[in-house]
């Protein structure tokens, strides 16, 4: 409940930005607003918020608020949520950090040396030569049968 | 429409067809381009519009009939073969398989994966050479019909398509309209068609806008390599051994199942830019509404995956007629096959059956040669994909990430492209965490900059009398449905609402 009415603030802020920024977008033509190019963005972000409005109101009347502090806590103590974090963690690694900073086939080995070791896939035998196939199909094969350069 | 040039079309089709089965290099190019684009379509983050244009380069230096097999092969067989990746890993391999998760993946996970993988080839292979013939049949028909669409209708398809697949696509329509019309607002992200402004533009890389295939990429395969990682054990799939045939018996039992989600496809897939996408979704709450197993939707119904590989299928028959007819591109893939078109000399367009008697009719048997070649492709290489795709999570997951990291490079060559798989990736994340459908959104962002410059080009077209869009028959048609659908979505999902809670308060 504590999640969805946060998602659902998320959505309600996100729709209230987008109708600011359509207000602001310029007004040409004759037609006023109906030929801005704010006007989808507009009418998209009232219908958004107004039926944000709707799931926020029905976590409320739930209780959501009360449970807030709750979750904040439980973020902290799940396994699942670290997992996650841990994964998305390799992920930026290789995209942000790897990827444009050296070749693309030692990127692609790094990055999937570390992630198929904290998935603990197997022993160190099996975990090199899947990172070994791995990397051969994602930065040699495909690449080259398909003629395109990488990263 | 001149008919006696659609005759001339059916009456050169034995001709067409003896000159295309006698040529052995083509039939070789079908083979492969086929295996090429099933094995294009089954990896997750390698897309048909994307295996298409990196070997269109290539293309250019075969004749044209064998260039365009090329690309028609691949493409066939990436239609076909996205539904695989749909059922087995939950990440579909093509915008247009999105609707074959639903039941899809279900099936896969109660141990049916053979008989979904059946059920989805023999629904594609069925649509598609029916697609064909019923667009042959109804070429001029259809002509007529593509002439008399205008922005006006183009944008009601979209926001019809995007009501569906939210509607649909979960169990609260509301949390699915609001992904799509998040989706919407992304897709609005950068210069804009009429006045060039760039929207929400505040950087170099957000005035280009986001490019759809790292949205895709993120959202479906990022999201879905999250959602699973992070169990400790996650699911496994085992997939059973043996050929994966065309079940006949299958496709009797849902013969009218599937002749209807092929009409409904033919008669979307003509609509450009936004048809292709809709029309599994059209297809599939078609199939829903005429069931006897409508509650088993979304849970492991056969007939929802035939329904939607049908659909996805036959849009191909559809989409072709704006291309070849009007040089208008119905799909991404049927504007690849304009562009190679227009490299080998030959102008799609209304003079196109004067200037090359049967072109058209050889465009049909090329796609009914591929989706033959397909089904036979299929039985070869789908035991081999589905022991490849039945593999650990742990391991298939983190490849597919990568995967999806260069089929995301591969659409624009740009870091940015990169870094917003990722972003959507974690934004996907979270929606699914709250039970908020994804492939709403992924649909907004296809469509949504066709259907904001079609509306805002219906209203400059009508601004001297905005009430004459009420007067377009095919519009009202449209509008009709949309608002059925609104009001019929919200009261079934406020009914099931109000049983649940009879139920928690009888229990009580």
Redesign the interface.
Same mark, same amino acid.
């Given at each position: 409940m504590a999640g969805e009415l946060m998602l659902g603030l998320f959505v309600s802020f996100f729709s209230l930005f987008v109708i600011v920024e359509s207000l602001r977008m310029p007004q040409r033509g004759h037609l006023g607003i109906m030929m801005s190019p704010g006007f989808v963005p507009l009418f998209t972000g009232i219908v958004l918020f107004l039926l944000s409005m709707v799931i926020n109101v029905r976590a409320l009347r739930g209780g959501a608020h009360q449970y807030i502090g709750s979750l904040l806590r439980s973020i902290r103590n799940e396994e699942e949520i670290r997992r996650f974090l841990w994964i998305l963690g390799f992920m930026t690694l290789y995209i942000v950090g790897l990827i444009g900073y050296m070749p693309f086939i030692a990127a692609t080995l790094i990055y999937h040396l570390l992630i198929f070791i904290y998935l603990k896939i197997g022993g160190p035998l099996k975990i090199v030569i899947y990172t070994l196939i791995a990397t051969a199909l994602v930065a040699v094969f495909l690449p080259r049968v398909f003629e395109m350069p990488v990263p | 429409m001149d008919w006696s040039l659609v005759l001339q079309e059916w009456r050169l089709l034995p001709e067409v067809f003896l000159k295309l089965v006698s040529n052995p290099m083509l039939m070789l190019t079908l083979a492969l381009g086929g295996i090429t684009g099933m094995i294009a379509g089954m990896?997750p983050g390698?897309s048909a519009v994307?295996?298409m244009s990196?070997?269109l380069?290539?293309v250019f230096r075969v004749p044209s009939e064998i260039g365009l097999g090329l690309l028609i092969a691949i493409y066939v067989g990436a239609m076909a073969a996205g539904g695989v990746t749909a059922i087995m890993v939950n990440i579909p391999g093509t915008p247009a398989a999105a609707a074959t998760c639903m039941d899809g993946f279900p099936l896969a996970k109660q141990g049916r994966v053979k008989e979904a993988v059946e059920a989805s080839f023999s629904g594609s292979f069925v649509g598609e050479m029916l697609g064909e013939a019923v667009t042959l049949v109804l070429l001029p028909f259809i002509a007529l019909i593509a002439l008399k669409l205008g922005d006006w209708e183009i944008f009601l398809v979209a926001l019809v398509g995007i009501t569906l697949a939210g509607a649909l696509s979960g169990d609260n329509p509301?949390?699915g309209?609001?992904s799509a019309? =998040?989706g919407?607002?992304i897709a609005?992200v950068g210069m804009?068609d009429?006045?060039a402004?760039p929207?929400?533009g505040y950087t170099t890389e957000l005035m280009r806008g986001f490019n759809f295939v790292p949205a895709l990429i993120g959202l479906f395969g990022?999201a879905e390599?999250?959602m699973v990682?992070?169990?400790?054990t996650p699911y496994q799939i085992l997939g059973e051994g043996g050929w994966v045939t065309i079940n006949v018996k299958l496709i009797w039992k849902h013969m009218a199942t599937i002749i209807r989600s092929v009409i409904v496809a033919v008669g979307i897939g003509i609509v450009p830019g936004v048809g292709e996408s809709a029309a599994c979704w059209l297809g599939y709450d078609l199939a829903r509404r005429r069931s006897k197993n409508k509650d088993n939707f979304g849970k492991g119904e056969v007939e929802g995956v035939i329904a939607a590989e049908a659909a996805n299928s036959a849009t191909s028959g559809g989409a072709l007629i704006p291309s070849l007819v009007f040089g208008i591109p119905g799909s991404g893939p049927t504007a690849l096959l304009i562009a190679a078109m227009f490299m080998y000399g030959i102008r799609p367009g209304p003079m196109l059956m004067l200037e090359r008697p049967g072109f058209v009719a050889e465009i049909v048997i090329l796609f009914w040669l591929c989706a033959i070649f397909n089904r036979l492709g299929a039985m070869l290489i789908s035991p081999t994909f589905i022991r490849i795709l039945s593999s650990?999570r742990?391991?298939l997951l983190? =490849?597919a990430?990568?995967?999806g990291?260069?089929g995301a490079?591969?659409a624009g060559?740009t870091?940015f492209d990169?870094?917003s798989?990722?972003g959507f990736?974690?934004l996907g994340?979270?929606?699914r965490?709250?039970n908020?459908p994804l492939a709403p959104m992924v649909l907004g962002i296809l469509v949504g900059r066709f259907?904001?410059t079609s509306?805002?080009r219906a209203?400059?077209t009508y601004?001297e009398n905005l009430t004459q869009m009420l007067t377009r028959p095919f519009a009202v048609i449209l509008l009709i449905f949309l608002i059925f659908t609104i009001v019929s979505q919200v009261r079934s999902w406020r009914r099931k609402r109000r049983k649940r809670l009879e139920i928690i308060s009888n229990s009580e």
């Open positions: - | 990896l390698i994307m295996s990196l070997l380069g290539f509301l949390k309209w609001i019309l =998040i919407l607002v609005m804009e009429i006045w402004y929207r929400f990022l390599v999250f990682l992070k169990m400790k650990p742990e391991i983190p =490849i990430a990568a995967l990291v260069l490079w591969a060559f870091l990169i870094y798989m990722l990736g974690v994340f979270f929606f965490q709250k908020y259907a904001d509306l805002r209203l400059l601004s």
